[in-house]
């Protein structure tokens, strides 16, 4: 290739793995949106570009502007995006696909690797147009669209392709086999090992984190030699459609037929994910969404190796606490935040219903509950603040499932009300829905996805790791959070959330949420319950994404 | 645990992570049954032992002789064995396999490595007597019933623990993550990082090499921290019987329940496999075997990690070749060994049928299919020495199935005799069929286990590696085998060999064969196409065998 972007990003891919290895802090981006960093007029660029791309075709390249077009996203702050996209057939894209394959699949580690950082670089640059392509399908606020939209997915994409270039590092190219005949001439042999990557590989996108669910798969495949068809949820195409661009402008660059990473757009509706799913040529899947669509992938794509992250019931295990307050502040702020469309956000929360120690002395369970219920309200209580945390909901069945919990008859502790947004008047904004319930309540044991939390009034702390961790292995979940003051609860506690293969924050009270994880240091899902075969990102999660193929020959 | 077996073998483990990273030639065991390595007399007594032990009931160890009995073991050298072993339900393997699991999943990496490497240290000094166990179970004559059996199983063996402390150590126990916060104190959060096993993994033993094909995917779970329930063929059970009584006096020795690892013996026509495979707590599979059973597993045991190595067409390209004897007594040899019944076993040879070049000029194909039937015939001339090299039929179906190939009425290039063993006059004994088809012959199309191979006429080199690797695709295969002077047809079969998936191996004329592959630096299998989905041993034959659950806290 023309230009060697493995040596212009090689310092970065040092650093990441030796990051990767300790696990501290480490981010080749700056996370916030920095004039300094990101150039004075970049924001207002990507806004007046991206005001300017709405209502019309998007450009996603030169060849690519042939055949039909499909896109019908809305944005959930003010209406239709109006943005149609290129479309391909399930033939084209599996055909166009393949071609590009043959000489991306000899360019082998170093040049995919090189690549995929070079795109993730691209990326970064544009983290401003990606935030609000972000913002306008998934509904986040604008910090989270461009920290969760722009630097913290590409950190997880870095991340994926380091582990993939661990794993490829660890095959040497060739090898001398000298065996030993005692007084006889040794036997020789030589070898040669060949990373072969298995072939297309699919992600399918979610309408919540497009980029951040769906680089860490992109770019774990990429970075193994294999081509890559993104096909975004209908509802979030543009976050992803601009990743595809700048994708084939840096493989286009390097020599490569742009047709290495793909767009599949199709209308809402349409069963374009199973088609490709199904394809013998697909050897590989990545999905983020429903647990129905990520059960069905895995039973059903056998010729292929499937990654799904699905749905999952995150919860808090309250037992004791230095200042309640500061538990109160940290949870209420878990549940607003992106009006829990997040699928790290809690859920169940359960208060032994004989009340908790405190720092203060003893606190009954509906002081614990009004607590909570409290500072969800008060987060809130400054609309114009309020849903820059909340955003808006992304899809209208979250906004009827408030109504579905409401209608559950189950004591309200905090009402969801609706918000004014003083920017997008049309924004659906919504305060989090707290319900009181009792343990043996059929609706704490499935996954309500949006901003609604169950106050669950237990027995006892036992009873609350019990139903907790019953509840991850039975139903999945990406995040448990404890609140202890005792050693030996939170011993209790970590050692039933490692049988039930769910990672465990405790007693977060500052400005670190259940909800994050960070890459390099945070494995998000540990592939051990329902809501996540795979972890991002380890070992497991790139290593069968190539396989390796030798030759030997006498010396 | 009282002895630190870790520390015993870290030296041991210390160069095996180097060997597998360079992938030259390195054993930690002698492969030669030689007395001076094993001791004067372990041969005698191995023998008197395995004379003794028949007919009566073998001993696991004091707590397992309670219960049934099972076992019908038949020698393909001289009939009924006679043992029987201790029989357990599923049920009551299941549950002790559980029990034995909360202390051994808390030991930890060392612990489980440690005890790993001694149990294989202990299998090592026990090479006779599995020896005589795999040879009267197997059929295999008694030199590979040795090597193949014992050091070279045993090099497999520490193969996977290797990889598997490979990846173990790649997880830090503790993290701290320091996030700055511009001018203000950084966020400061500690992080623990728990190795978590799956649960119970369940090994299923094939009846030709039940040691060399269980031990992988047996140590790999072990050392992960898993426990092992052993389910042997109902026609070779001693190897592993005496594997777990091993085992278990081990794991008593460093401390452990030594259920730990467990033997599940049953009759032949019963379904324990499918039984245990079903079990919820079974949460990984390893399986050699059939490619219905393995097909069977993959599809149904959905709540398990199952590794499956299946049946398969291997082939042989015949282009070109400096001295077609040599390569024709290569060939032999490798039809002969152990009668076929080798996974790696050659069967389709294709040949242009005008001829190829040899530095003594142009050659006939029926010249060469002459020079590999008389090699086949030669090697097998004096049946003292044939006996040792092709072992005894396993089994009275892969007797039947010669039959069936001499019936589809192809010209018999070299026919298949009895031999009679000097030693064991009922062994089956016979020498490999070898048979001409054409290219569109469906009899090439599917696995002949056992002495049955064809010699194919090709239109052209071209065709040959086109039917080769369309069938590597098709029915999967372990090896590839091609013979060219030409730099560019050796090329074009790498080349093949690669997009097909399956290894290669070139000009093999000398003391290495088709068959063999060493550990630490031949992969076993390559998880590419459908003969096995894992490579014995890689990082993904391990990194989904355990998970990593996470506590994180403020500092």
């Given at each position: ?8 990003h ?62 019908a ?94 794993e ?10 000298i ?9 020789t ?32 495949s ?43 757009v ?20 990545d ?12 039973s059903h ?6 990654y ?5 019931v ?48 003893h ?13 969800v ?26 109504a579905?919990?409401?209608g ?39 996954e ?21 961790t019953?509840?991850v ?83």
């Open positions: 290739m023309s230009v060697d972007f493995f040596a212009r090689e310092a970065v891919l040092t650093q990441a793995v030796s990051a990767a290895a300790t696990r501290g802090y480490w981010s080749p981006f700056t996370e916030m949106p920095s004039p300094r960093v990101y150039g004075e007029t970049a924001n207002d660029q990507a806004k007046a570009a991206f005001v300017a791309q709405r209502n019309s075709p998007f450009v996603l390249d030169a060849d690519s502007q042939a055949g039909t077009y499909a896109g996203e809305v944005s959930p702050f003010d209406g239709p995006l109006g943005m149609t996209y290129p479309r391909l057939s399930v033939d084209a894209l599996i055909e166009s696909s393949k071609q590009a394959w043959q000489a991306w699949r000899r360019a082998g580690p170093k040049v995919w690797v090189g690549v995929s950082l070079e795109i993730l670089h691209r990326l970064n640059r544009a983290s401003f147009e990606i935030a609000y392509a972000v913002q306008h399908t998934t509904g986040q606020g604008f910090m989270m669209a461009f920290q969760a939209g722009g630097p913290h997915a590409q950190d997880r994409g870095v991340e994926a392709v380091t582990y993939a270039w661990q490829m590092s660890r095959i040497p190219g060739q090898a001398q086999w065996k030993p005949q005692g007084k006889n001439e040794p036997i042999m030589h070898k040669h090992f060949s990373i072969v990557p298995r072939g297309i590989a699919l992600v399918i996108g979610c309408s919540t984190f497009p980029t951040w669910n769906g680089y860490p798969g992109m770019f774990a990429l970075a193994t030699g294999n081509t890559v068809i993104v096909k975004p949820h209908p509802g979030a195409i543009l976050p992803l459609a601009i990743t595809v661009r700048i994708a084939r402008e840096v493989l286009r660059e390097a020599g490569f037929d742009p047709d290495v990473v793909m767009l599949a199709h209308e809402s509706g349409e069963n374009t994910a199973q088609e490709l799913a199904l394809r013998p040529e697909v050897k590989i899947i999905f983020t969404g429903s647990s129905a669509n990520g059960n069905w992938l895995e794509a056998r010729q292929a190796q499937v799904t992250e699905k749905a999952g995150n919860q808090i295990i309250i037992d004791s606490a230095d200042d309640l307050k500061s538990v109160a502040r940290n949870i209420a702020f878990s549940l607003a935040l992106y009006s829990g469309q997040m699928c790290t956000a809690p859920q169940n929360i359960y208060v032994p219903r004989n009340g908790i120690q405190t720092s203060a002395g606190v009954s369970f509906e002081e614990v509950a009004a607590a909570i219920a409290s500072s309200q008060k987060l809130t209580s400054d609309p114009a603040k309020a849903v820059e945390v909340t955003g808006a909901i992304q899809n209208a069945v979250t906004e009827a499932r408030i579905e919990a409401r559950l008859g189950l004591p309200i502790l905090a009402d969801s009300v609706l918000l004014s947004h003083p920017e997008f008047p049309l924004a659906r904004v919504r305060t989090p829905l707290v319900l009181q319930a009792t343990p043996d309540h059929p609706a704490i044991r499935r309500w996805f949006g901003p609604i939390a169950f106050i669950v009034a237990t027995e006892s702390t036992d009873q609350s790791i019990a139903l907790a019953g509840l292995q039975e139903q999945g979940a990406l995040t448990l959070a404890g609140y202890s003051t005792s050693d030996t609860v939170r011993a209790a506690m970590q050692e039933a959330a490692e049988l039930a293969g769910v990672s465990l924050s405790l007693n977060l009270t500052g400005a670190v949420f259940v909800n994050q994880t960070a890459a390099f240091s945070d494995f998000h899902g540990t592939g051990a319950n329902p809501a996540a075969n795979a972890a991002l990102s380890d070992s497991a999660f790139v290593a069968n994404r190539f396989r390796v193929v030798q030759t030997r020959w006498h010396a």
